[in-house]
């Protein structure tokens, strides 16, 4: 596990440096400026990674409700005045220090030990609808509200899809799910319709061509990137779309500019490295000494399916365009730090079940 994420670490450096190198150049006159920074965020996070894989799991029982009220309340800080960060009309940022920091990465953590240790106690009621599915559904809802009036909707869909799949994963009913799903459609439905910047989105998704110099203007720029790259690529660093063309190319739409520099064998390479790391933590989830651990691994490793997989949806045209950063790979210190986190629990629950299979032997 150790080897996927040092690998997934490493490629996003490099490609982070490729894809910043003129930007940073141009803006701090610097071309290393944030290659330097995210040089240290990966630093950090593999220390974090370190010592959340040295806490034991079953010791998040008791600060699952405590780590859900300052998630919740951390991404309500976004809005007090002087405090909140506001950038390209969105609130999801806090300053600290120096620092910005973007709770809603860290909330995605907290849910994620609420969620299992919740489907944990109350594994015999989850078929239940009132007393089983309920309970989080409304907790979630709260953190939607919190997040779609910042707005951030693609965390939001995150949140929906990991709480969906474990909760189904721990017992909770499809039919139940299926009329949730069929209100909170119409639900997302409306918030999409009532926003035009998101109904633009939407309507880019289906043709990007019909407004290519704006809502449109970004897919058709990576579609560019990632077609130009052929099989293999141009060349490390060789990339052009990432010279002022190609919006966000070292943070939320960094594998097209991977697909360029590094071809269709880069973006399948990379691909395979996530793939790797959710075979692992559902691996890990199966061989989980008891129902705790294997809901958080289940978490985890539904966490980096669904964010992996929109991300890279976005990027190729599957999906709409949404500011989804590719973990680990992403320039940015909240998410890869997040992302440590999240998978040393996984290293842990993971040793938990290496000691079992030892009794078993």
Known sequence: MWLLVLLLAGVGTIMVYSASSVIALRRFNDSYFFLKKQAVVVAVGIV????????????????????????????????????????????????????????????????????????????????????????????????????????????????????????????????????????????????????????????????????????????????????????????????????????EPFTDFILAVIGEELGWLGIVAVACLFAGLILVAIRVARGAPDALGSYLAFGVAALFFIESFMNMGVVLGLLPTKGLALPLVSYGGSSFTASCMALGILINVARGTEQVAEIDV
Not at 169 to 186: E, I, M, Q, Y
Request: hydrophobic fraction near 55%; include cysteine.
């Open 48 to 247: 974090l990674l370190g010592l959340f894989s040295r806490i034991p799991y079953r010791f998040y029982e008791r600060l699952a409700k405590l780590g859900l009220i300052l998630a919740i309340a951390s991404m309500a800080l976004v809005w007090m005045p002087y405090f909140g960060i506001e950038l390209n009309g969105a609130r999801r940022w806090f300053r600290l220090g120096s620092m910005q920091v973007q709770p809603s990465e860290y909330a995605k953590i907290a849910w994620i030990i609420y969620l299992g240790v919740y489907c944990a106690r109350k594994r015999e009621r989850i078929r239940e609808f009132s007393k089983g599915i309920l309970p989080p559904l409304i907790l979630l809802g709260v953190m939607a509200l919190l997040l779609l009036i910042q707005p951030d909707f693609g965390t939001t869909v995150i949140l929906a899809a990991v709480t969906m799949l474990v909760l189904l994963a721990a017992g909770a009913r499809w039919s139940h799910f299926l009329l949730l799903t069929l209100l909170v459609g119409a639900l997302f439905y409306l918030v999409v319709y009532r926003s035009p910047y998101r109904w633009a989105r939407i309507i880019a998704f289906w043709d990007p061509w019909v407004s290519p110099l704006s809502s449109g203007y970004q897919l058709i720029q990576s579609w560019i990137a990632v077609g130009s790259g052929g099989l293999a690529g141009k060349g490390l660093g060789g990339g052009h779309q990432k010279l002022f063309y190609l919006p």
